[in-house]
């Protein structure tokens, strides 16, 4: 068989090429590809259409995650920049609020630009109050208008003008005089009608006089430092030489008389309810803070008028920062600018305190070389005296 295999072959070598020739073959059926492979292929296609389906869908959700998670970025950085937008918005705004915004007490702050004009009215009222013109007392005024031609009489009237000032120590030592007691006990013969108004013992201080305080303290003024010293002289006297001497020693005298109750008159002046005060006061109570001090701390002359005096409005200017804890508040509340410009009030209101400190230093310094005169005056006339007459005494032996 091998031989015949082998010869087969060795002669299909040697036999020419032969052309080879393609036949169709035709295969109807195959039951294991139907039955095995072709159930197993649709099964197969089947997982791989779920598998794409739920791939896709995967890739979807994934898809519109991310495009929501970067609409929510955007979004935020939207949001973000709005916010930081609106923030630095607030910040200018209060920036420029704490900057330009007049605050409330700045109402109060306004009257110090009326000070001056207060000082001058108060000025104004001396010479008025010291010739009585001001004064509404009719006993008080005359008294004051009138030179009493003596010692003796001057000191009658003061003693008859007193009877409307009667303590009650007063009534129970001289009851003829004085029946009852005053409203004003004391206020003729009592420091404290200059310095706080005349009034019973238990009164709070006034800055601001009633007419009636006015005058009792201008009455004091002249019991302390008006005396009469020498009477009147009539016309006909002061024709002679010594009449003429007379006059001016009683002219000196009214000199010096006239120094001595400059203070207390200045004090009286300062004292009495000022027009210049109204408006700016009206102005300045509009302020919570400074009302508050008001109606707490003003004076009764002052809460019925409406003014203040020049005493009472200084006051009025200085505790209603330094004793007033609502105005502590207010300045808690201002910062930048206007913490500022409260800081320049506050300097110019000192520097206004501290001129009226070195105006009544230049008084005092008047009234201390007054007395200085009057000493030496006291001291060398006598010496002068003697020795004059040592003089006469020795011309006339030569």
Known sequence: MRKMLLA??????????????????????????????????????????????????????????????AAMIQQSNENMQQFATYAQ??????????????????????????????????????????????VSNTAVKKVLENKAAAPEQDLFATANVHSQYCTASDVQAWGEICKRESELPGGDKQLRSVLAGAGKED???ELTFTPEQTDAAMMYMKNSVRKSVGRTLKKGEIKTDAGRQYLGMATQHEAIQSAAEQPQLAMI????????????????????????????????????????????????????RYANTDYL?????MDGDNLARESIRIQSLQNALLLSIRQQLQENAILAGQQLSIAGANYYEPRMAQKLQQVSTGAARE
């Open 269 to 320: 002046a300062g004292s009495q309810p000022s027009e210049a005060t109204k408006d700016v006061l009206e102005e300045a109570l509009q302020s919570p803070s400074s009302k508050a001090w008001f109606d707490e701390n003003a004076s009764p002359e002052a809460r019925r008028s409406g003014m203040m005096s020049q005493r009472e409005f200084e006051a009025f200017e200085v505790n209603r």
């Open 8 to 69: 087969a072959c060795v002669g299909s070598l040697m036999l020419p090429a032969v052309q080879a020739l393609a036949y169709t073959v035709n295969v109807n059926s195959s039951i294991p590809i139907t039955t095995q492979v072709v159930p197993q292929l649709s099964t197969a296609n089947g997982t791989l259409s779920g598998i794409l389906t739920t791939t896709r869908e995967l890739g979807g959700a994934v898809s519109s995650g991310n495009d929501k998670i």
């Open 329 to 333: 508040t207010d300045l808690q509340e």
């Open 203 to 205: 009164k709070a201080p």
């Open 89 to 134: 918005q607030a910040q200018n705004l209060e920036t420029a609020r704490r900057s330009y915004t007049v605050p409330a007490s700045i109402c109060s702050e306004s009257g110090s630009g009326q000070a001056a004009q207060i000082n001058r009215q108060s000025g104004s009222k001396q010479g008025k109050l010291s010739s009585g013109k001001a």
